[in-house]
């Protein structure tokens, strides 16, 4: 079941979510060090690792589900969050440069469809980042955290999945290697824990992170080939800057 945009919010507001997203935000920077010029986009609960994003590009905006339900971001300016059916993304082909799908593709009804999606707006040098809980890690097994929702993945599944989906794949990287609990203790010693997962611990990561190019050569599906153009619906947050289903997000 897709967690509720209420409980990711509560998720990265706290002790823990704020650890997991400082470790996540590095591992996407050492990917996109640079988006000066570009046009960026976030699907699923991406926002809490937009902010850089939306600093350096051209234009930054996120989508959330209809399922999931949506918030403002960002808190400090005009809402750039777009509601969207998952298998009909609302931009035209080839408009956006980078994508990034946070808590996406483990929750998503049918992966396939949404991937075909994210090939047919990337434009040709575009690069796609995933996020997903490892299979093996021990984010996966509780689902007092986002991370332990949905279809975990494992290397080989992930690497799998992106090449079907016209995709070319990186390396996939391990992150977040903290156990998931409050214990404070234990989440000052993140980074610790980050030094020694890299380098002895890739079954005990919780998220896996991969890179992936578009396969420009590929063929388009029937799906990709009719699908029809829309226009952005973007969410009109009511008071206080939420929508009905959920709280702010601090990003």
Do not use: C
Not at 74 to 86: I, Q, T
Not at 114 to 130: A, D, S
Not at 132 to 150: D, K, Q, Y
């Amino acid at each position: 079941m897709r967690p509720d945009v209420i409980d990711l919010a509560h998720f990265y507001a706290s002790h823990l979510g704020q650890v997991a997203r400082r470790i996540i935000r590095r591992r996407i920077r050492l990917a996109w060090p640079d988006v000066k010029g570009l046009r960026v986009l976030g699907i699923g609960y991406a926002t809490p690792y937009m902010s850089p994003f939306r600093e350096e590009s051209e234009r930054s905006l996120a989508v959330m589900p209809a399922t999931q339900g949506v918030v403002h971001w960002p808190r400090d300016g005009a809402n750039l969050v777009v509601l969207s059916e998952e298998r009909e993304l609302p931009f035209p082909d080839e408009s956006v440069d980078r994508v990034v799908l946070v808590h996406a593709v483990e929750n998503a009804e049918q992966i396939a469809p949404l991937l075909e999606e994210v090939w047919r707006i990337l434009t040709p040098p575009g690069r796609l980042l995933v996020v997903v809980p490892n299979r093996r890690g021990l984010w996966a097994r509780f689902e007092s955290t986002p991370f332990g929702h949905g279809r975990p993945y494992s290397p080989p599944q992930l690497t799998r999945l992106l090449r079907e989906t016209n995709f070319s794949p990186a390396i996939v990287e391990p992150a977040l290697f903290v156990p998931p609990g409050q214990w404070r203790m234990i989440l000052r010693a993140a980074n610790l824990f980050e030094r020694f997962g890299q380098r002895w611990g890739l079954g005990l990561a919780g998220v896996l992170v991969v890179e992936a190019g578009k396969q420009v050569y590929a063929l388009p599906t029937q799906s990709q080939t009719h699908k029809k153009k829309k226009g952005p619906r973007v969410t009109r947050p009511l008071r206080g800057g939420v929508t009905t289903r959920s709280t702010g997000d601090k990003s």
